[in-house]
C-alpha cells in the first residue's frame, strides 16, 4: 500500500473525535485495470497461507490485489469511519471460475450496506475481478465500527463446546509480519506486540484473512472450480498459538471452523458451498 495512504490512515486515527465524519457512505468506487499477478509474491503468499504453490490464484489471493483499493477508499474523508479501530468481523468470497496467474484482471472497489449493529455499525467493502471481460471473483468484507458501550466480546452468554478438531496447527509469532510482507496488509496490531497492547490486545494478532485462507489450504482438495466460501470472525487469534482446525460436510455444504486448541476460545467459523453455474 501507498505511504501516503497510511499517512492519511494516520491523520484520520491522530483527530480522532475532533474530526466530524459523515453519516453516509462514498458514492464512488475505485478502479485499476490490467492488474498483473507478481508470480513470486503469489508463490511466496501460497507458502505463508499453507497452499500448494501453484500458477492458479487461490480465492483469497485477489483480496490481496484488491487491498490497496479498499484502503485508498477507506482513508478517504468522505468514509464515514477511520480506519484504525475498524474490526473485521466477515468475510465472503465468490469464485465464479478459477484464474490464472497470466491473466491481467480488471478491479473494482466500493463499499455498502451501512447498517447498525448491537456494537455499533457495520459496512462493507466490496471488490470485484473481471478477466477477459467477464466478472471471475467477487469479495464482500464487512467491518465493524464500535460504537457507545454495546455488547461484549462474541456476544457473551455460554459458549457453545467446539467441534472435535480434524488437525492441530501451530501458529507462529511472526506470522503477522510474514502475511503483512505478502499481502501488504501493515496494520500494527498484526505485527508488534506493543501496538497490539495499545488496542487492547494482550499480543499481536493474526491477520482474519490469513486465517481464512490458511483453512483454505487445509480444504484444497474439497474446493470446486467454482464457489462461495463465507467466514465469520470471531476472538482474536494471538500470535503465537496453536489452533485446533475442524471441518465437516452435509447437505452440498462443507462447514469449517478454528479454535484455541486449548482453550475452545472460537477463532472462526465458516461455509463452502460449490456454485452451479457462474453469477452475474
Not at 460504537?147 to 509469532?173: I, L
Not at 508488534?192 to 499481536?204: D, E, I, K, S, T
Request: proline content about 9%; some cysteine; overall charge positive.
Amino acid at each position: 500500500m501507498p505511504a501516503a495512504t497510511y499517512g492519511r490512515i494516520a491523520v484520520g486515527a491522530a483527530l480522532g473525535p475532533v474530526r466530524r465524519r459523515p453519516e453516509a457512505l462514498p458514492e464512488r468506487e475505485l478502479r485499476r485495470d490490467g492488474v498483473a499477478v507478481d508470480r513470486r509474491r503469489l508463490a511466496a503468499y501460497d507458502r505463508v497461507c499453507g497452499f500448494r504453490v501453484s500458477d492458479t490464484l487461490t480465492a483469497t489471493y485477489p483480496h490481496v490485489l484488491a487491498f490497496p483499493r479498499a484502503m485508498e477508499l477507506m482513508a478517504g474523508r468522505d468514509f464515514p469511519f477511520g480506519v484504525l479501530g475498524l474490526v473485521h468481523v466477515g468475510n465472503a468470497i465468490e469464485q465464479l471460475r478459477p484464474l490464472d496467474a497470466a491473466e491481467p484482471l480488471d478491479m473494482r472497489v466500493w463499499a455498502e450496506r451501512l447498517a447498525d449493529h448491537p456494537r455499533g455499525r457495520t459496512v462493507d467493502v466490496v471488490a470485484e475481478a473481471c478477466a477477459g471481460g467477464e466478472l471471475a471473483w467477487r469479495d464482500r468484507s464487512t467491518y465493524l465500527h464500535r460504537e457507545g458501550g454495546g455488547g461484549g466480546k462474541d456476544g457473551g452468554g455460554k459458549r457453545a463446546a467446539p467441534p472435535e478438531p480434524t488437525a492441530e496447527w501451530p501458529v507462529p509469532g511472526d506470522v503477522g509480519r510474514r502475511y503483512a510482507a505478502v499481502s501488504g496488509d501493515r496494520n500494527p496490531i498484526h505485527m508488534h506486540g506493543l501496538a497490539a497492547r495499545l488496542f487492547g490486545q494482550p499480543a499481536a494478532i493474526a491477520h482474519g484473512m490469513w486465517s481464512k485462507a490458511r483453512c483454505l489450504a487445509a480444504l484444497q482438495a474439497h474446493l470446486p472450480p467454482a464457489f462461495t466460501v463465507e467466514v465469520a470472525f470471531k476472538l482474536p487469534l494471538p500470535l503465537p498459538s496453536t489452533v485446533a482446525f475442524s471441518t465437516s460436510a452435509g447437505g452440498g455444504v462443507r462447514r469449517f471452523a478454528l479454535h484455541d486448541a486449548r482453550s475452545g476460545r472460537p477463532h472462526l467459523e465458516g461455509t463452502l458451498s460449490p456454485s452451479a453455474s457462474p453469477a452475474a
